[in-house]
């Protein structure tokens, strides 16, 4: 019982962290702040946290096994590869929408000076290539496509979006991602792999276009 | 004679605060340490600039004019619209690698909360997009592309190369960029156009590629 209330406060403690630093930044946001926001005693922050840096870590933490479990999620038996990168982008920005755990998070574990936690721009950049490499070995990719090629302007494309959205959010939308893999998928994918390229962004690829 | 001093120190802080602001972050850079790393009395400081803000301002519009001005260099009579777009990706890199003003100020245009200069970002978005008209209107595009789809692809991986590179150089190279587009050209331009866009991407499309 006891034990279920400090992990009740330390969820409560790592959302209040990311609400501060998203809306402070790291170096100005007071663990003050962070405490009396999740309703918990300064004493009780410190019980959890030796510091900032820890609440950060943890915050960094909870966005990796976030982002990770809304890849993991949306992988289902019977996807191609290439479906499972367009799945995995459409994930990843409905998560960051929805879970300021996960935006802070993100945001500290590439920008924060001196880090130790999981660079989760690097992990998207190794998904990526992971999912490419099977993408080929399935025999998706059009004959002419380099893998690494595409991994690199696929990683750089989708950051870039998640960027452009923290200043505007409409950047980093299902219709912003539709977009590009609009213009993308038919230089990637080998044409009779195209038209079966439905389920995972059927919904994404049928919104409103650009024209 | 004083008045080209005073523009000679006035360019000095400018430098100093860029540097500054890069090793340091805005919030925590001190005017005392700009001002001491520019060579100048803190009362010289305060001469040209009322406060940290009026400072950032001056990077800002300073990295604006060089950003400007490299993408204006390249733009050569002769070129058509896709060897601009192309050539003007590389200069904003080249740019970028080599001056740590046009860095710091575009990092300042994006990120200091509440900003009211130039957001370079969305000016290199409009930059993007008008070229690509010009692309279309030239009839270099072809057929099924979508400018618009396109120029949120290209402008989304050419940020996302440079926050990338802010991380790891290596992101935001002649040789990452030569991979993006390398990928992306040939879905893009008609196939004979392809064949001629040779001048701006030349030595980028020739740089050593993925395999």
Chains 1, 2 share one sequence.
């Not at 019982?1 to 409560?12: D, E, F, P, S």
């Not at 809304?70 to 982008?89: E, H």
């Not at 000076?113 to 490499?133: F, I, K, M, N, S």
Request: net charge positive.
């Amino acid at each position: 019982m006891k034990q279920q209330r400090a992990v009740r406060t330390r969820g409560a403690l790592i959302r209040s962290a990311a609400e501060t630093f998203e809306r402070c930044g790291y170096v100005q946001a007071k663990l003050a702040e962070i405490s009396s926001s999740a309703g918990v005693s300064a004493g009780a922050l410190h019980f959890h946290f030796a510091n900032k840096a820890a609440v950060a870590a943890a915050v960094e933490t909870a966005a990796a096994v976030a982002l990770r479990g809304a890849v993991r999620a949306v992988q289902t038996p019977g996807m191609n590869a290439l479906q499972r990168l367009t799945a995995a982008s459409y994930a990843i920005a409905e998560e960051l929408r929805r879970d300021v755990v996960a935006r802070a998070g993100l945001h500290l574990s590439c920008r924060t000076p001196r880090r130790t936690g999981p660079d989760l721009r690097q992990e998207w950049h190794a998904c990526v290539r992971r999912l490419l490499a099977a993408a080929e070995a399935e025999g998706l990719l059009a004959d002419h496509v380099r893998p690494e090629d595409v991994s690199v302007s696929i990683t750089a494309a989708t950051t870039g979006l998640e960027v452009l959205g923290g200043a505007d959010p409409c950047w980093f939308t299902p219709g912003a991602l539709a977009r590009f893999w609009h213009f993308v998928l038919p230089c990637l994918a080998k044409p009779e792999v195209l038209a079966a390229l439905d389920p995972a962004g059927a919904t994404a690829l049928s919104l409103p276009s650009a024209r």
